[in-house]
């Protein structure tokens, strides 16, 4: 998706069009492998940098545009969403120091791009996923005004035909639907790339998919969204739906995923990757103009080839192949996808040097991977890494299932440091990257486990949303003096700033966890569930999770006390004495606006509504929470 000048396909005739621009493509492709075009001397990596921008409140914020116009620097550009932004690297040479180098330009674009965010009263974030981060922000109002982004919603909107479904379950567990891409925007990574030549692609490809569990194993730093304790890596269950315009069917079919694993080990050519992926995913976008490969071939230059790197760049595989040309002479990439922004700098080229070493060292151990372990192992490995991180259960070549901790103390990280000494990294490089790997490992302390574990100290009487916010700005704070996550203390709740920033919106405060009934159910199990769960409302919805009505408990006892005997031949349901169609707000209204509209109406509870859909409550009970802890701090000071 780096091409700007796209647009959607509209007709059969112009989707003709562009395949056959795309085949041609493929074609020159393999003219140009025939030919002996390829870099075949040069090892050379680089890298990807997403952030996430907040306010001075610590929530999403749609700087993007204001901050690109005071760089004024092609090194940055624009992401999905207003409140993302990513920054390229220059490639390297794979050798003497340059993971060092891969740092200090790491730390230049950061720090360039702290500075700008400062200005404009913000902050930038290293996390897989933004613990601050909500539902309401993921509307179109905050996408990129770039046609390609929105010809990309258009375009997986048409091909899902519905709304996208999450269903992710961790600890906790989330069930939500959304109508656009934008949940793509929840997630940030730091994206490697390892330059290879064809005729030892299959080989490297295949160690890059084995070697992919340990290495996102280590580097966990996305265990929650909205709230919720899901995977380890959460990016990668949320991303893969995300994108998956796959529709519901009645009958099994091995349909995959615009965001994949993959379904077997590559066998020769990095062809059979391209070819599989034409052959298995519509073309959803086309651009203006395109170029004849073969002619410019004919020029004794090298094509862009840009039908097929629109269409790669719309199939999101954890290890992506890439083709490029640098000084004129074309190559592949192998990028690496799956690691996650953050926790620090200095961690993501250790979990980068981690990969680094594991591509040269097991390519160079274990010789052709594909014989050595099946394809289902490595598979499994990588859905069990996302899910539990380093504590995960992971099958390695012609090993029993051992624990991820323990795979790559004792076997992983020695092979890692072979590849780079093997490759002529530096000796002190080595140490100071594999080093910091090792001492995250050892101590079990990823960015995950450090969320986690920061929030299970906070006290839980405080509101959700300023645990959150704690957590993001105790990351930022840390973040800033690029300290390992492994020396980190865990997060406080007085580093997000208190109450403050914790209650604008009646998302921050409204409960979610509802007990409702629905219309046509009796009166007595209304007057139960208030008893059992001391509530004094009940909410009424339909099957589609539609607010229906609200009974209160003042209205149950007027009820009882008019009629002391209740006639089991004749039951009183819920629709007889519930309120239809009670008063409402949206989750994205101002807390003071709910607060003034219960005191003007009279009322202690307002149910909280969206696109039609109840997805919350707030009530008196609620505010005097809030008010007791504030008072509470008060008084403490």
Avoid at 134 to 150: A, H, Q, V
Wanted: proline share 4%; with cysteine.
């Amino acid at each position: 998706m780096g091409e700007h000048d796209v647009k959607l396909e509209s007709d059969q005739r112009e989707i003709s069009f562009f395949l056959k621009r795309l085949l041609t493509d493929v074609r020159a492709l393999e003219q140009l492998m025939a030919d002996g075009w390829f870099d075949t001397g040069a090892r050379r990596i680089g890298a990807e940098q997403e952030i996430f921008l907040v306010d001075s409140n610590w929530k999403p914020a749609p700087l993007a545009p204001q901050i690109l116009e005071q760089l004024n620097d092609p090194m940055f550009v624009t992401e999905l969403a207003q409140f993302n932004l990513e920054f390229n690297l220059d490639p390297l040479l794979f050798s003497g120091n340059c993971l060092s180098q891969l740092e200090e330009q790491l730390k230049g674009g950061y720090q360039k791009l702290v500075e700008v965010t400062r200005k404009v009263d913000g902050h930038v974030v290293l996390s897989g996923i933004l613990p601050t981060l909500s539902k309401s922000d993921l509307g179109l109002e905050n996408m990129t005004p770039n046609p390609r982004y929105f010809a990309l919603n258009r375009a997986l909107n048409s091909l899902k035909g519905g709304p996208y479904a999450f269903k992710i379950k961790g600890i906790d567990e989330i069930n939500v639907n959304h109508d656009s891409v934008m949940v793509e925007a929840c997630n940030t990574s730091f994206q490697v790339h390892f330059q290879v030549a064809p005729d030892e692609f299959a080989g490297l490809y295949n160690v890059s998919q084995a070697v992919l569990a340990p290495v996102l194993a280590a580097a966990c730093n996305s265990p929650m969204l909205f709230g919720k304790r899901l995977w380890h890596e959460t990016r990668i269950g949320l991303f893969e739906q995300s994108i998956d315009t796959r529709a519901d069917s009645h009958y099994v079919r091995d349909n995959l995923s615009r965001v994949t694993f993959g379904r077997d080990w590559v066998k020769s050519s990095p062809l059979e990757i391209f070819r599989e992926d034409i052959s298995r995913f519509r073309a959803i976008l086309s651009s203006e103009e395109e170029e004849d490969p073969f002619k410019v071939m004919a020029r004794k230059q090298a094509p862009a080839l840009k039908a097929l790197r629109l269409h790669n760049g719309t199939i999101y595989r954890w290890n992506r192949i890439c083709y490029g040309i640098t000084e004129g002479v074309p190559h592949f990439r192998i990028e690496n996808r799956v690691l996650p922004s953050g926790p620090t700098l200095i961690d993501e080229v250790a979990n980068a040097a981690f990969w680094f070493g594991l591509m040269a060292g097991a390519s160079h151990v274990y010789g052709d991977i594909s014989e050595r372990m099946p394809f289902e192992d490595a598979k499994q490995n990588f859905i069990n890494a996302a899910r539990a991180g380093i504590n995960a259960q992971i099958t390695w070549v012609e090993m029993k299932p051992q624990p991820a901790q323990q795979l790559i103390l004792e076997h992983l990280l020695p092979l890692a440091r072979s590849g780079l000494e093997q490759s002529g990294i530096t000796r002190d490089d080595i140490d100071k990257y594999l080093g910091v790997l090792e001492e995250r490992v050892r101590g079990g302390q990823t960015g995950s486990q450090w969320m986690l574990g920061s929030f299970q100290k906070m006290d839980r009487r405080v509101s959700l949303v300023e645990r959150m916010t704690a957590l993001t700005s105790g990351m930022v704070q840390r973040q800033e003096q690029n300290i390992p996550v492994a020396q980190w203390a865990y997060a406080r709740l007085e580093e997000g700033g208190g109450w403050r920033h914790s209650f604008h919106k009646i998302e921050q405060i409204m409960s979610t966890d509802l007990i409702t009934v629905q219309e046509h159910e009796p009166i007595e199990l209304v007057a139960n569930m208030m008893d059992w769960h001391t509530i004094r409302h009940v909410l009424v919805e339909d099957n589609r999770h539609r607010l229906v009505g609200l009974i209160s408990h003042r209205a149950l006892i007027r009820y009882l006390g008019q009629n002391l005997c209740l006639d089991d031949k004749n039951p009183v349901l819920v629709r007889d004495l519930m309120q239809a169609n009670p008063l409402t707000i949206e989750p994205e209204q101002n807390t003071l606006t709910a607060i003034k509209l219960m005191r003007e109406q009279g009322i202690s509870c307002l149910p909280v509504v969206k696109n039609g859909e109840l997805v919350g409550v707030v009530t008196d009970s609620d505010f005097m929470k809030v008010a007791s802890l504030l008072l509470e701090q008060q008084l403490l000071k």
